[in-house]
């Protein structure tokens, strides 16, 4: 199977059967940590990149005589920005009509503030978003958006779907030493999190090799 992978086993998500909808690196950020290294085909357009029937085909033969305790998850995670393929809404509500397995979505979140792509992540029972700064200069310096993906605009997308989403909104913070884990950068991220009230806050430190060197994880202090 081309676009299905696993199930692999997920912190989060127990037993995770993925699905990779964007080509390698395909993204509009270009975050320093990100193990996949450096964003190669930077963009913000929504579009096609793979065949939406052939995903949903990968997905029902991975399900196919599948033990039901084998899988806990279907994810949409992988190689790029899941939410910049245009057909993710429609994915998402063909792949629920193949399994009762709950649907999960991993996404930076910065095409929140577009209703139709919040539209199409509410079929989905869990959505996965990223949240690395409570700054303007910390989220240029750490996540590297592209020009158009202004900060206030992502904040209050991720604000308003707060409002709108009936599911589980697991926000994502990656911390990292020096950079985003200081005391004055911790209060700014806990300020902004209050606003946005997410069901859970999930903090992740950069334990695999990043895209940039020189990052490493925070130290824990007694």
């Known amino acids: 199977m081309k676009y299905v992978y696993g199930p692999v086993p997920s912190r989060r ?8 909808p964007i080509p390698f690196k ?13 964003t190669s085909q930077p963009t913000n357009e929504r579009r096609d990149y ?3 029937d052939d995903i949903i085909e ?13 899988v ?11 939410t910049l393929h245009a057909s993710l809404g429609r994915m998402i509500r063909e792949v629920k009509a193949l399994s009762d397995r709950p649907v999960a979505v991993i996404t ?20 996965l978003p990223s949240l690395d700064a409570g700054s303007e200069q910390l989220y240029l310096r ?34 990292i030493k020096g950079v985003n884990d200081t005391e004055e950068a911790l209060r700014a ?19 695999r090799p990043p895209g940039s060197h020189g990052l490493s994880r925070p130290t824990t202090k007694a």
């Open 13 to 20: 998500l127990g037993r995770s059967l993925g699905v990779d």
């Open 26 to 38: 395909t993204c509009n950020w270009n975050c320093v940590y990100c193990q996949l290294g450096r």
């Open 50 to 52: 793979v065949p939406p």
């Open 58 to 70: 990968d997905v029902r033969t991975a399900l196919a005589g599948r033990p039901a305790n084998d």
């Open 72 to 82: 806990d998850w279907i994810t949409f995670v992988g190689s790029g920005e899941p």
């Open 108 to 127: 930076n979140g910065s095409l929140l503030y577009d209703s139709e792509v919040r539209d199409e992540l509410s079929a989905a029972e869990a959505i």
């Open 142 to 175: 750490i996540n590297r958006p592209r020009p158009e993906l202004q900060f206030d605009r992502f904040l209050e997308g991720l604000r308003v779907f707060s409002q709108e989403y009936t599911g589980s909104l697991w926000v994502e913070v990656m911390l």
């Open 189 to 207: 991220l806990a300020q902004v999190l209050h606003h946005i009230d997410p069901d859970e806050i999930h903090i992740n430190q950069p334990v």
